[in-house]
């Protein structure tokens, strides 16, 4: 009897090592990561220092550059800081965008302009980053983007002259809400890092959760306060049609509180 419980706990011993190495496999595989820049200079410093956090944490980059990220971003900055090992740019691409994207099972957006996002939610890809961002979420890969580049209520884009009517805000979000919904994991420029690594090493399904609680607003438009007034790790129903604010996803991203929009 007791040779058997010393078998069995020898076989539980071993079937718990092997899952660890493979999960350590696993996530080793998703820190190589292919990072897509489409061209906005929106939170481009702090995004590379997110990046460098990433690095620090065990990734490794290869870069893709669009056009208009070519020509607006310094590239001899992106080189010596991130040292990618492949340099990709768009007017050099020698093959179709979703062959580059394939070995790659996370891809990262530090700064998504305006009219890509736009793209993407209207499910058109008629460039190659749309192509590769598109392509990856249809996988079901770890697509992370920061949203700074795109985002209405972005301060920086106020400083630089935007004045957008509430319409156009509410479009401009509603792209962004639908990436969200594709299964882009969306951050700000400076949350890249603790994002993306959240993502790829989720917690432990056997670690302790806050118990949720349910809440419920029929407002039409959900801003930041309603959402730092309810406990971490609550649900928040709202109306099918209620407009989400980015700055009210960013406090639910911080405070753990999930948003569900009624059917």
């Known amino acids: 009897m007791r040779e058997e419980k010393l078998l069995e706990n020898a076989e539980e011993a071993l079937v718990a090592e092997v899952v660890r190495r493979v999960a350590e496999k696993l996530i080793s595989v998703q820190k ?3 990072v897509v820049y489409t061209g906005s200079l929106i939170g481009f410093v702090p995004a590379l220092v997110s990046l460098q956090q990433l690095q620090q944490a065990g990734f490794t980059f290869d ?3 669009s056009k208009s990220a070519s020509k607006l971003l310094n590239v001899d900055t992106l080189r010596t800081v991130l040292a ?3 340099f990709y ?3 050099q691409l020698d093959r179709a965008p979703e062959l580059l994207a394939a070995p790659y099972y996370t891809v990262i957006v530090p700064a ?3 009219n890509t996002a736009a793209k993407i939610a209207a499910c058109i890809a008629d460039t190659p980053a749309a192509r590769i961002i598109s392509n990856s979420m249809m996988r079901g890969k770890n697509v992370v983007i920061a949203r700074d580049g795109c985002c209405p209520e972005n301060a920086e884009r106020a400083a630089k002259g935007y004045n957008m009517t509430p319409a156009l805000k509410a479009k401009l979000s509603a792209n962004l809400e639908t990436l969200r919904d594709f299964g882009a994991a969306l951050c700000g420029c400076d949350t890249l890092a603790f994002k993306t690594i959240k993502l790829i090493e ?3 399904p056997t670690a302790p959760r806050a118990r949720a609680a349910d809440f419920s607003s029929a407002k039409r ?3 930041r306060r309603e959402v730092v007034s309810l406990p971490a790790g609550s649900l928040l129903r709202v109306s099918k049609n209620a407009l989400v604010t980015q700055l009210a996803y960013d406090a639910a991203y911080q405070r753990g509180v999930r948003i569900e929009k009624e059917v």
Do not use: R
């Open 112 to 114: 998504l302009t305006v």
């Open 63 to 65: 870069l893709f550059l």
């Open 84 to 86: 990618p090992g492949v």
């Open 202 to 204: 989720p917690q432990s």
């Open 89 to 91: 740019q768009e007017e």
């Open 32 to 34: 190589k990561a292919l």
């Open 221 to 223: 438009v959900i801003g």
